[in-house]
């Protein structure tokens, strides 16, 4: 496919255009206390999120046969009934691609003696983006539109897995690797003339994703671009606000999280901006 050789050079690209630049110094600086609390709460919150999403119940008959396309979103829908295991099987290309930017990143010099930095920015931004994720996908009761397909047996259409359409989860994850990848490679390399293509492509993979997801029945539109701006702004704000020369915007630690019935007790991190 097109789109996916068009992303193979771009990564090829990003891999060599540093190895003739001389080595820089990091732009970001981490800290193994609040790193650390930063990536416990994100890793216990995906946690407890998944546990709220693996108790969701089914839909019920009644529900299912009171469910009007009238009752959605003008701007949704369209979509309401699309389905097709293709377009979801298509769209884990792009998903795991996304993966492959950032690591691809550490074969650059500059940034392969940050190797380890900017590994724990990318577990910390993946962690925020999923923690956000599965406790919105795990509280929130929305039908994904293949529900709305009446052609599709029952058994799959009331299943619990098809009632967490908001938000998008493979959009956002996705959106998050991809603008990571694009945020790093223009602070290390604030000069490279491959910035607009960089971050055009960081914009276009998880496009396509939160496309085929639509296409496939699993998210509507809105989904997506709830999804896809979560995932973005985790994966350029979390490198932004390591950044040294970030230093009107602190990260200090808290107290715990509590959400009815279930219960996280943790320390967590807050964002003080100093004006």
Same mark, same amino acid.
């Given at each position: 496919?097109?789109?996916?050789?068009?992303? +193979?050079?771009?990564?090829?690209?990003?891999?060599?255009?540093?190895?003739?630049? *001389?080595? !820089?110094?990091?732009?970001?600086?981490?800290? @193994?206390?609040?790193?650390?609390?930063? $990536?416990?709460?994100?890793?216990?919150?995906?946690?407890? /999120?998944?546990? $709220?999403?693996?108790? !969701?119940?089914?839909?019920?008959?009644?529900?299912?046969?009171?469910?009007?396309? &009238?009752?959605?979103? /003008?701007?949704?829908?369209?979509?309401? /009934?699309?389905?097709?295991?293709?377009?979801?099987?298509?769209?884990?290309?792009?998903?795991?691609?996304?993966?492959?930017?950032?690591?691809?990143?550490?074969?650059?010099?500059?940034?392969?003696?940050?190797?380890?930095?900017?590994?724990?920015? @990318?577990?910390?931004?993946?962690?925020?983006?999923?923690?956000?994720?599965?406790?919105?996908?795990?509280?929130?009761?929305?039908?994904?539109?293949?529900?709305?397909? *009446?052609?599709?047996?029952?058994?799959?259409?009331?299943?619990? &897995?098809?009632?967490?359409?908001?938000?998008?989860?493979?959009?956002?994850?996705?959106?998050?690797?991809?603008?990571?990848?694009?945020?790093?490679?223009?602070? @290390?390399?604030? &000069?490279?003339?491959?910035?607009?293509?960089?971050? /055009?492509?960081?914009?276009?993979?998880?496009?396509?994703?939160?496309?085929?997801?639509? !296409?496939?029945?699993?998210?509507?539109?809105?989904?997506? +671009?709830?999804?896809?701006?979560?995932?973005?702004?985790?994966? $350029? +704000?979390?490198?932004?606000?390591?950044? !040294?020369?970030?230093?009107?915007?602190?990260?200090?630690?808290?107290?715990?999280?509590?959400?009815?019935?279930?219960?996280?007790?943790?320390?967590?991190?807050?964002?003080?901006?100093?004006?």
């Amino acid at each position: 496919m097109l789109k996916n050789k068009i992303l +193979l050079v771009v990564i090829c690209l990003i891999t060599f255009s540093g190895f003739s630049q *001389e080595k !820089k110094e990091s732009p970001y600086k981490t800290d @193994f206390v609040k790193d650390g609390i930063w $990536i416990t709460s994100a890793v216990g919150l995906n946690v407890l /999120g998944v546990k $709220i999403i693996q108790e !969701k119940d089914a839909l019920s008959l009644t529900d299912l046969n009171n469910l009007s396309k &009238d009752d959605i979103w /003008g701007v949704d829908r369209w979509a309401a /009934g699309y389905y097709s295991e293709q377009a979801n099987s298509d769209s884990y290309i792009p998903f795991y691609a996304s993966f492959v930017m950032p690591f691809a990143l550490l074969l650059n010099e500059n940034e392969r003696g940050n190797a380890g930095q900017i590994s724990v920015l @990318f577990v910390e931004t993946m962690a925020t983006t999923g923690a956000l994720f599965t406790i919105t996908a795990g509280l929130v009761e929305k039908s994904r539109p293949l529900v709305y397909n *009446e052609s599709l047996e029952t058994e799959k259409r009331i299943d619990s &897995d098809e009632q967490r359409s908001f938000f998008a989860g493979h959009t956002a994850a996705t959106a998050a690797a991809s603008f990571f990848a694009a945020k790093v490679f223009n602070d @290390f390399n604030p &000069d490279s003339p491959l910035k607009p293509l960089v971050w /055009g492509i960081a914009a276009v993979v998880p496009a396509s994703v939160g496309y085929m997801r639509v !296409k496939a029945g699993k998210h509507f539109l809105t989904d997506n +671009l709830i999804g896809y701006g979560i995932g973005a702004a985790a994966g $350029i +704000l979390i490198p932004e606000l390591h950044k !040294k020369t970030n230093k009107n915007l602190q990260i200090y630690p808290t107290t715990a999280f509590n959400q009815g019935e279930y219960n996280f007790s943790s320390q967590g991190l807050a964002l003080n901006y100093k004006f």
